[in-house]
């Protein structure tokens, strides 16, 4: 019975590993070609192509969404699946990616019900006030999707790498490339100052490496001894 039950448990991590591979990797798509040509730009530009695409766009920032919901379920599982003698550690790093991954709610829910209705507003009326309001809420928002966010993500990533490399379960090149992947995202954070927008081509690219390791991650997984209490 513990055999048959520890069987569906690691069928589960699989769906739930791999689910969040393949919505990774079609929200980097949809990030880097249609979320990307709408913060560049004039605000009439953007308003323009958002009422070309608005579909498209507001696919794009659902499968953001789904795809944060779907690493907090990945993170949640490898809190119960790591070494249990460094659970106050994991669950460190779980609240400091929560913290992230509703920082980018709040500005995905900006994007998709403020952002519309004050471009609209601008486009009728072409008050300037309303282009100064939309620029102020910009440079309010950049630095936390640019920076704030990553942050939280790599320093929370760090952790659990940290704790991968003091437990028996995952093979041992799933923690170097864990390492990279969130060095790779904590380096985005750090160097958006200097590169600007071109930063969502390098943290698309740790997201495309972090694909490939949920992937593999999925069947690493050992649901044995450190049952989820």
């Not at 003698?85 to 980018?104: A, D, E, N």
């Not at 990553?150 to 490399?165: E, N």
């Not at 927008?197 to 593999?216: H, K, R």
Request: proline share 3%; charged share 10%.
């Amino acid at each position: 019975m513990k055999h048959e039950s520890v069987g569906v448990r690691r069928h589960w991590f699989l769906w739930v590993f791999r689910g969040s591979a393949l919505l990774h990797f079609v929200t980097v798509l949809f990030v880097m070609f249609v979320l990307f040509q709408l913060s560049q730009g004039s605000w009439l530009k953007r308003f323009r192509f958002m009422q070309a695409n608005e579909v498209l766009v507001t696919i794009s920032w659902i499968s953001i969404l789904i795809a944060v919901l779907s690493i907090l379920a990945v993170f949640t599982i490898l809190l119960f699946t790591l070494d249990r003698q460094y659970r106050v550690i994991l669950q460190w790093g779980w609240f400091i990616h929560l913290t992230g991954s509703l920082s980018l709610f709040i500005h995905v829910f900006i994007q998709m019900f403020v952002y519309p209705l004050l471009m609209k507003m601008a486009w009728e009326t072409t008050n300037p006030l309303l282009f100064h309001h939309l620029d102020d809420w910009e440079h309010l928002l950049v630095p936390v999707i640019s920076v704030f966010v990553p942050s939280c993500w790599a320093v929370g990533g760090l952790i659990y790498t940290a704790v991968m490399f003091q437990s028996p379960g995952p093979s041992h090149w799933l923690h170097w490339w864990s390492l990279l992947v969130w060095g790779m995202v904590l380096t985005g954070a750090v160097l958006v100052r200097w590169i600007g927008s071109a930063v969502v081509f390098w943290q698309g690219a740790a997201i495309l490496l972090f694909v490939p390791w949920l992937w593999y991650a999925a069947e690493d997984m050992n649901p044995i001894g450190n049952e989820m209490d």
